[in-house]
């Protein structure tokens, strides 16, 4: 890989992505150590480099004149990108330039940049202006009050995106459902782990074994740092008005490959055994919800599969019964658990809104109930009762059912290890339900 700067540089050739604890050695030691190293990853960006450059610079003058560089790694453009940066190191003394000849990704890019930086905070910006410039100085504050990491964010108040289609929502929060399921511990900790523009601290993660695949650094910086306090701020995704992009099928197959590697080579590390800060309050919230959901449900269920009243099949009956519950649990999520936000979204459009991610959401849990239903009613339980009918009359005792509801033909074993299957497919979905209703439903997703 080629370095073009106005001043000597010594290429790294290792092939570690290690980020050296202190900056290297330059033959100007006077610079060599400075506050703050922004990297632009670049690629076929020609067109839109050099007005990312001005407006930047003329941003971090204002606050940390003569305290910062700029970094961009380019990785080979076939329309020299790196040619147009490297014209303007005379106009900006504070650029710098990196030109990758055989690597490739923007991941590997940032790291690059970081591993050549001289500054003490690390951040990392995209080229193509659609990371508005301003949200920096948010940034820096925020990690000079003492945010190891500070990640601008699309999904917090004054955040959002500006014309996204439904097909990219749908697949970027899709994205991030997966990933909290596979990662939990790691993507749980933002509200944007997708998010491709903040700032670290080098020491958070200086000499990790960082090891990225695709576009998505920041799960690399989340799993592998050491990373305590992180701070958030609100930023609207802007579209590009230069350019292509370069968001492909090729980029979700790598963000999958991503997690799953983390997944695997974390297992033992210590961010599967760091506290997390876990809203308890707004959980037994939710759990109240949660009850009379499960009352709803579970009256409907009986109503509509029992052999005395309509005798539906168990499936369908399950499904009808679920969706009255899922309305009558938003209605009052939204009201009570989550009123904080919904203070501040009231309008029609936004309720709504929140109402088709809660019933996608739920409706996603509905599948995974169904599926325990069926599991125990089929394979788990029945072998259980023949050893241990005990088991089931201290969950539901007959007299007490039967002082309560009257009706004889409830008592029967067969119902009751329904009821009981029935709850415990509840209780596994309602952590399902609320977590990712937490980090995706009642989130401030666009902005006015």
């Known amino acids: 890989m080629n370095f073009i700067s106005s001043e000597s540089v010594s290429p790294v050739f290792e092939k570690s992505l290690r980020i050296p604890k202190s900056p290297p050695a330059l033959m100007n030691a006077a610079n060599s150590n400075i506050y703050f190293s922004l990297v632009i990853p670049t690629y076929q960006e020609r067109e839109n480099i050099a007005l990312a450059i001005e407006m930047l610079s003329s941003l971090l003058d204002e606050c940390l004149a003569g305290n910062y560089e700029i970094i961009v790694v380019d990785d080979d453009s076939p329309d020299r990108t790196w040619k147009v940066a490297e014209n303007l190191t005379k106009r900006y003394p504070q650029l710098r330039v990196m030109r990758r000849e055989k690597e490739r990704g923007l991941s590997s890019a940032v790291i690059r ?4 930086a001289r500054g003490r905070i690390l951040g990392v910006i995209d080229g193509d202006l659609q990371h508005p410039p301003e949200v920096l100085i948010e940034l820096l504050g925020l990690i000079k009050q003492g945010a190891d990491l500070a990640v601008a964010s699309r999904h917090v108040e004054g955040g959002g995106v500006s014309s996204w289609s439904f097909i990219r929502r749908f697949l970027s929060r899709g994205a991030q459902v997966i990933g909290l399921i596979l990662l939990p511990h790691v993507l749980g900790r933002v509200s944007d782990p997708m998010s491709g523009y903040f700032l670290v601290k080098r020491s958070s993660i200086a000499e990790q074994n ?12 989340l799993a592998r740092g050491n990373i305590d ?6 930023y609207v995704f802007c579209e590009r008005e230069q350019g292509e992009s370069k968001v492909t099928w090729k980029q979700y197959v790598e963000y999958i490959h991503h997690l799953v590697r983390l997944r695997l080579s974390t297992k033992q590390m210590k961010i599967f055994h760091q506290r997390i800060d876990f809203p308890f309050n707004r959980f037994i919230r939710f759990g109240l919800v949660g009850l009379s959901g499960v009352f709803v449900d579970m009256v409907l269920l009986y109503l509509l599969s029992d052999p005395s009243t309509l005798g539906l099949p168990v499936t369908s009956s ?3 019964a679920a969706e009255i519950a899922i309305i009558n649990n938003f209605l009052w999520n939204d009201a009570w658990t989550f ?3 919904t203070y501040k979204q009231q309008e029609w459009r936004q309720r709504l809104k929140r109402f088709l991610k809660f019933n996608t959401i739920c409706l996603a849990g509905l599948v995974l109930n169904v599926l325990i239903l069926s599991l125990l009613l089929n394979f788990v339980i029945p072998y259980q009762y023949r050893n241990h009918v005990w088991l089931l009359k201290i969950f539901l005792p007959v007299n007490f059912v039967k002082s309560v509801f009257e009706f004889q033909h409830i008592f029967t074993i067969q ?4 009821y009981i299957a029935n709850f415990i497919a509840i209780a596994v979905t309602t952590i399902w339900n609320f977590w990712v209703n937490l980090k995706l439903s009642w989130r401030v997703t666009d902005v006015k």
């Open 210 to 221: 960082l090891n990225p695949v695709g576009y998505k650094i920041l799960l690399e910086v």
């Open 339 to 341: 009123a904080d936000v």
């Open 415 to 418: 119902i009751r290890v329904l």
């Open 229 to 234: 306090c992180i701070a958030e701020a609100g």
């Open 318 to 320: 399950k499904i009808f």
């Open 113 to 116: 940049g970081w591993q050549i």
